[in-house]
């Protein structure tokens, strides 16, 4: 039996008016409200209620690792007109937790900043509550007294693996139509799409709502990228937003295939496995794990060359203490390098009847993605709209450090730099990769964030897969 809803407490307030662009109002005392005003852009819902409507809104202090989260509720027997298109008439039907669909919220703690478990206690259980104990009221038959959602709080990197494969059958289907609201990074998407080995030709009866709280959040900014605006809403709220009033669509997926011998990689602190007896220092003592893979999904972005190089080697217990800086940090001693990687690079072009070898032998950059940017200020594809499922290539041939370091701070200019002619960016369907490198440090390659070796003279494919294994919830003006 699921516990019963705890309803946190609105504020009376009267008098709510909106004026320049933010909520005001008098409290209880006839005084102007302590927490306001709120501004339009900080607010998430209006719900109706038997005394008359609550407000709800989230203020950010991202400078605050105390409190970054205040959770606003206001209760009123009245609201302005111009509100209205913030109004929940009832559930949707993705967050139905009943005999036809599941809820299931995964909070991913080691996640960015570590800040998904503060928000959900904070900010998202108490939301949800408040939502639902409106819809009971409007809906006497509902079982909105009990907990509409499962929840999977990661204790490890293996729990979000372990839950994404009880969700396929054998025969990569999903086992039962649900809505996972997933409190993570982009790493979080990954381990949800590798949960089965093959996915099924028909249509995803499984919903994904993100909430961004990764490092550099590239799926979500690029989703909501047609709605920010400088003020507007935080991505936090949009994404809010969209949890409650959003509308789904198929999350555009690849697949990349690797040859045999090729190893996922990672890095692990040794200290943190071994005895104090067993440990001779201080300082980390890193090794590198290998598990064997033959292929990947993903949803962002597949590399190889200095942006594969720059995920690996920025992916310590060391550097990723320091959040998004780490990739500064690394990305100076690979340009100071300026390594050349050796590979044989064919690409297939809409409509082509076959692959085309690129001329160069020597390669800086190749890079492919569904999404526009990387982190909200780093636009790799501008071309690439929401849900539009176009694969673009970022190429960059034997090129120096500094003219790569060019390249990518123009990428930071809403990307500019597919304007510079030492830049090769196009739409293709495919991609295949053939790595001629002798040292393995050079034979790397990024899916999604996840490091995978490649064997020498091994290769790396990338394909477009056809039917999505999920449904992605994002603003319902993106869903035509």
């Known amino acids: ?9 609105a504020s009376p307030v009267s008098e709510v008016q ?10 209880a005392t006839g005084t102007a409200g302590t927490t306001g005003p709120l501004k339009l852009d900080e607010l998430i819902l209006v719900l109706k209620s038997e005394e008359g409507h609550i407000i709800c809104g989230l203020k950010e202090q991202t400078d605050s690792k105390e409190s970054p989260y205040q959770f606003v509720l206001l209760s009123t027997n009245h609201v302005p007109d111009c509100l209205q298109s913030f109004e929940l008439p009832e559930l949707p039907s993705y967050l139905r937790h009943d005999e036809s669909n599941e809820v299931d919220v995964i909070v991913s703690t080691n996640s ?6 503060p928000f959900w206690q904070s900010v998202l259980q108490p ?7 409106a819809v009971s009221q409007a809906e006497p038959k509902s079982s909105a007294s009990e907990i509409p959602y499962s929840v999977l709080v990661t204790e490890s990197a293996q729990d979000v693996p372990r839950f994404a494969k009880s969700l396929w059958n054998d025969k990569g289907k999903a086992v039962k139509s649900r809505t996972i609201v997933l409190l993570s990074g982009d790493g979080g998407v990954v381990d949800l799409l590798n949960g089965s080995e093959d996915y099924a030709s028909d249509p995803s009866s499984v919903v994904l709502a993100v909430l961004p709280f990764g490092t550099g959040n590239a799926l979500l900014h690029s989703l909501q990228k047609p709605l920010y605006r400088d003020p507007g809403p935080s991505p936090l709220v949009l994404s809010l937003r969209s949890l409650f009033k959003g509308a789904s669509a198929p999350l555009p997926v690849f697949r990349a295939d690797f040859s045999s011998g090729s190893s996922i990689v990672t890095f692990t602190d040794k200290s943190k496995t071994q005895s104090a007896s067993d440990s001779d220092s201080d300082s980390p003592d890193l090794k590198k794990e290998e598990t064997s893979v033959s292929h990947l999904y993903g949803a962002i972005v597949a590399s190889y060359a200095f942006h594969a190089s720059l995920i690996f080697e920025s992916d310590t217990p060391e550097y990723r203490v320091h959040g998004d800086k780490r990739f500064g940090m690394v990305a100076q001693d690979l340009l100071r390098e300026s390594h050349l990687y050796k590979a044989r690079v064919d690409v297939t072009r809409p409509g082509a009847p076959r692959p085309v070898t690129l001329p160069e032998d020597e390669h800086a950059y190749v ?3 569904f999404v526009s940017n990387l982190e909200r200020t780093f636009t790799i594809s501008p071309a690439s709209r929401p849900l539009d499922g176009r694969l673009h290539l970022n190429h960059l041939g034997p090129l120096n450090g500094d003219q790569v370091m060019a390249v990518m701070m123009a990428a930071y200019a809403d990307g500019k730099h ?5 830049v090769r960016y196009e739409e293709i369907e495919q991609l295949r990769v053939e790595m001629q490198e002798e040292d393995d440090r050079w034979r790397k390659v990024c899916i999604d964030g996840t490091s995978v070796e490649i064997p020498r003279g091994g290769h790396m494919a990338v394909s477009k897969v056809q039917a999505s294994p999920f449904r992605i919830l994002v603003d319902s003006s993106l869903v035509k």
């Open 112 to 117: 960015g900043l570590k800040m998904s478990l």
């Open 418 to 422: 597919v304007d510079r002619e030492e």
């Open 367 to 369: 890079l492919v993605t």
């Open 1 to 9: 039996m699921a516990a019963p809803i705890e309803t946190p407490m």
């Open 127 to 133: 939301l949800w509550a408040t939502v639902t104990t």
């Open 18 to 27: 909106v004026n320049d662009g933010a909520l005001t109002w008098k409290d």
